[in-house]
């Protein structure tokens, strides 16, 4: 089964700060991926790699920022929180060779008061 | 979104019993993904689906592309399995090796003793 881990599970941040949610996978899993969650939406996709040293813009990448260093890791960056996003944030992998089962992290609530 | 519609939106069964859910897409999709995110909020994938048929356990889904539907059945339902089942849709094997999915809202299942 394969690992993934984001940290912190909880945030409280406040309006114009800085956010930055991380992942980890351990799997040596090319794909990753950044969604957010919110009532009635489902799961929207924010930003994904490839691989390390690439980020792609997904389908609602503004007010967004991706870093994937690592093979590793992929991290969501909020430059400059604002209330609307506030929300659940999953990050998900997946190997990328086809028939890609995606594999989820446990989440971050993030809140931007 | 509205690409994919879930139906129904939320759901009421009694344990033992059996019930299926739907997903309708207005785009093309080329293969379906179900998902249970459980009362604690994890997700787990349930099925990959090319147009066709797979059954694990008392779950089966189907994928029809022609049809531009999903189903997902569960038979002799478990309070376990309680919890809301998303299914998404990769609109194109153009996009590559990268599995951008679109979701559904979800269904909310609730098991009852």
């Known amino acids: 089964e394969a690992a993934v881990t984001q940290s912190p599970r909880n945030k409280v941040a406040v309006t114009g700060g800085k956010v930055t949610l991380s992942c980890n996978q351990t799997n040596n899993h090319n794909n990753m991926y950044w969604y957010r969650q919110d009532t009635g939406h489902g799961l929207r996709l924010i930003h994904y790699?490839?691989?390390?040293?690439?980020?792609e813009k997904g389908d609602i990448p503004d007010g967004y920022k991706a870093s994937r260093p690592s093979q590793e890791n992929f991290s969501l960056i909020l430059e400059l929180a604002t209330p609307s996003q506030t929300s659940v944030y999953f990050c998900?992998?997946?190997?990328?060779?086809?028939?890609?089962?995606?594999?989820f992290g446990s989440g971050t609530r993030l809140t931007v008061l | 979104g509205d690409k994919v519609k879930q139906s129904p939106s939320a759901l009421s069964l009694q344990e033992g019993t059996n019930s299926a859910l739907r997903c309708n897409f207005s785009?093309?999709?080329?293969?379906v993904q179900w998902f249970l995110q459980n009362p604690r909020g994890s997700l787990m994938n349930l099925f990959y689906l090319v147009p066709g048929t797979k059954e694990n356990g008392r779950l089966k889904s189907a994928f029809d592309s022609k049809e531009s539907y999903s189903t997902l059945h569960i038979r002799d339902a478990q309070l376990e399995d309680s919890g809301t089942y998303f299914c998404?849709?990769?609109?194109?094997?153009?996009?590559?090796?990268?599995?951008?999915?679109?979701f559904g809202a979800g269904t909310r299942l609730a098991v009852c003793p």
């Open positions: 785009i093309a999709a080329t293969t």
């Open positions: 790699s490839y691989g390390a040293g690439s980020t």
């Open positions: 998900a992998s997946g190997h990328g060779l086809g028939a890609e089962t995606l594999y």
């Open positions: 998404a849709a990769e609109p194109s094997l153009l996009s590559g090796s990268f599995n951008k999915l679109t």
